[in-house]
């Protein structure tokens, strides 16, 4: 009887299917989809811990800058040019860097070159105020982020709330903003509790319960 060498079965070919790589390619789309919200979230609470900690420095340059100055807070120099600067350029003097007048997050000095600053001044204390002058330095804001193609370096309160939010950048940091207080300590907040119940963008007593804003000039 004739016999027949047996046959071996076939080797699979290396490599994947079509549908193999589809559905690979579908759970990396999906994990990115996962992944990359949270990716940008730590990024962006890092810069955020940056600019904290630019904000705390420039506290600690108001306050050097008060005690040779009789208690006073700096105020914003106009330059007879009108040459872009901010009010910042007055302590560099006392922290030893230019750095810190650049929030990370903030995108204007690479498109507007008269934005000078991250961080604006509260026009209210542009007129030689004291920490006297201040009945609540501890819940009065002293300085905000500004929005990134803003120019100048201070921002009006009593102009009102929708100026304020064109002069300020009130969500820069996932939802909200750094804040420098007239006390000299840092901290993040959402705009609505800058406002409410209690109007931390002002000094006097009337006025920090108006949320309105008034008719002063700045």
């Known amino acids: 009887m004739q016999s027949f060498p047996a046959r071996s079965p076939k080797r699979r070919t290396s490599g994947f299917t079509l549908i193999e790589l589809l559905v690979v390619i579908a759970i990396i789309a999906i994990l990115a989809a996962i992944l990359f919200p949270v990716f940008a979230k730590a990024r962006e609470r890092a810069r955020q811990t940056s600019c904290t900690n630019n904000e705390k420095q420039i506290g600690i340059g108001v306050t050097l800058y008060m005690q040779e100055w009789d208690d006073t807070y700096p105020i914003a120099i106009h330059k007879e040019d009108d040459a872009p600067h901010a009010w910042v350029e007055q302590l560099y003097r006392y922290v030893k860097t230019r750095d810190l007048n650049k929030c990370p997050s903030d995108s204007g000095f690479d498109e507007e070159p008269t934005h ?6 509260n026009v209210y204390f542009n007129g030689g105020l004291t920490m006297a002058d201040v009945p609540e330095p501890a ?5 905000g982020e500004s929005s990134d193609l803003r120019k100048g370096d201070h921002y009006h309160p009593m102009l009102g709330i929708a100026r304020m939010k064109e002069e300020l950048s009130t969500a820069r940091h996932n939802g909200g903003a750094n804040y420098l207080f007239a006390d000299s300590h840092v901290k993040w907040m959402k705009f609505e509790p800058t406002i409410e119940p209690v109007n931390l963008h002002e000094i006097s007593a009337e006025s920090r319960g108006n949320t309105g804003g008034g008719s002063h000039g700045g």
């Open 116 to 121: 000078t600053t991250s961080y604006f001044m």
């Open 139 to 143: 819940r009065t804001i002293y300085m």
